[in-house]
Nanobody, 124 residues
Framework: VQLQASGGGLVQAGGSLRLSCAAS????????MGWFRQAPGKEREFVAG????????YYADSVKGRFTISRDNAKNTVSLQMNSLKPEDTAVYYCAADYSAIALETIPNEYDYWGQGTQVTVSS
């Protein structure tokens, strides 16, 4: 599967952005999907994930209550709605796909496919 992330940009603290990830292929509904981010000089970290059915989601503590992940299997898309953004949310955001996952994973190495990343910059 190929992934294309979009929707990043520059926003003031307290603002909102919506990231989207479009997937190619007919088996999108078989993949768990995740959003990760990587700030300069830091390791890539898990942000949010959603099971293949859309019925289970999981969030990093740092974004819980502010970010919402969703998916539309009919349109092969996964989205990340980011509200109440903070300067510490500044990073390159990546979407990723995990095939035939037993459980929702938070470790980058467990994901099989990655999008190219989209920059999110939150100014104070």
């Amino acid at each position: 599967v190929q992934l294309q992330a979009s929707g990043g940009g520059l926003v003031q603290a307290g603002g909102s952005l919506r990231l989207s990830c479009a997937a190619s292929g007919r088996t999108f509904s078989m993949y768990d999907m995740g959003w990760f981010r990587q700030a300069p000089g830091k390791e890539r970290e898990f942000v949010a994930g959603i099971r293949w059915s859309g019925g289970i989601t999981y969030y990093a503590d740092s974004v819980k209550g502010r970010f919402t992940i969703s998916r539309d299997n009919a349109k092969n898309t996964v989205s990340l709605q980011m509200n109440s953004l903070k300067p510490e949310d500044t990073a390159v955001y990546y979407c990723a796909a995990d095939y035939s996952a037993i459980a929702l994973e938070t470790i980058p190495n467990e994901y099989d496919y990655w999008g190219q990343g989209t920059q999110v910059t939150v100014s104070s």
